[in-house]
């Protein structure tokens, strides 16, 4: 009797130990969190549309990115100078998904994952479109290799500072503009769709 209450501690000592053992340690949360912006905007909301017509739309463009904060810092001239390439975010590189084919300064671009980058000019940026997916920050990307579509576009002032980066989209004939700011600084992105 006495050894069978000694083997039930031993193994039951063992199983709590090799509980705590496998025990993960998970990340905190990240400073520059990420977040998704669809075009047409509330299409991931559709589930709980009131018309038809928005419960049926169909996600055109995705984006996922990763928000820092601009903290205070002055960002396009003391974070992120002009002439740099800049990852559109923090971390991983900010990836597109197109789920149609588009058109980009008159290119077409297959429906696909892309990541964006941003070469930094002090009154417009050169925004890439770019093949090589799923890195961090913009250390690999090589713009004449992997770029498939760029197009150059104004920078313009914004009305209020834009604490936390942001991406969002805005309808435009014949497709939508894909608007990048953060702190007082965006930028329209056209994206042609059919």
Same mark, same amino acid.
């Given at each position: ?8 501690l031993a193994v039951? *000592? ?8 496998q ?12 977040d998704m912006a669809?075009y047409?905007s509330?299409? *991931?909301f =559709?589930a709980f549309?009131k018309?038809d017509?928005?419960k049926?739309?169909k996600p055109?463009?995705r984006?996922?990115?990763s =928000? &820092?904060?601009a903290?205070?810092?002055?960002v ?6 002009p ?6 975010g ?10 149609e084919?588009v058109?980009i ?7 696909? =994952?892309y ?13 890439h479109?770019?093949?090589?997916t799923d890195?961090?920050? /913009?250390?690999?990307f ?16 914004t ?8 991406i969002?989209?805005?309808? *435009?004939?014949?497709?939508? /503009? ?6 007082d600084?965006?930028?329209?992105v &056209?994206?042609?769709?059919?």
């Amino acid at each position: 009797m006495k050894r069978i209450i000694i083997l039930t501690l031993a193994v039951l *000592a063992c199983f709590t130990f090799g509980i705590n053992a496998q025990a993960q340690e998970f990340p905190e949360l990240d400073k520059s969190p990420m977040d998704m912006a669809y075009y047409p905007s509330r299409v *991931a909301f =559709r589930a709980f549309a009131k018309t038809d017509e928005e419960k049926n739309a169909k996600p055109l463009i995705r984006v996922t990115y990763s =928000r &820092p904060k601009a903290d205070g810092r002055a960002v396009f001239t003391e974070l992120e100078k002009p002439g740099n390439i800049w990852r559109v975010g923090a971390n991983e590189s900010t990836e597109v998904m197109f789920f149609e084919d588009v058109t980009i300064d008159g290119k077409k671009v297959k429906a696909g =994952r892309y990541t964006i980058y941003i070469k930094l000019g002090e009154e417009n940026w050169e925004v890439h479109f770019s093949t090589d997916t799923d890195g961090w920050g /913009h250390y690999a990307f090589k713009p004449e290799e992997s770029t498939v579509a760029k197009i150059t576009v104004p920078t313009e002032e914004t009305e209020s500072t834009v604490e936390y980066m942001s991406i969002m989209f805005e309808e *435009a004939d014949p497709g939508a /503009h894909m608007i990048i700011a953060w702190d007082d600084t965006m930028a329209r992105v &056209p994206i042609g769709l059919k």
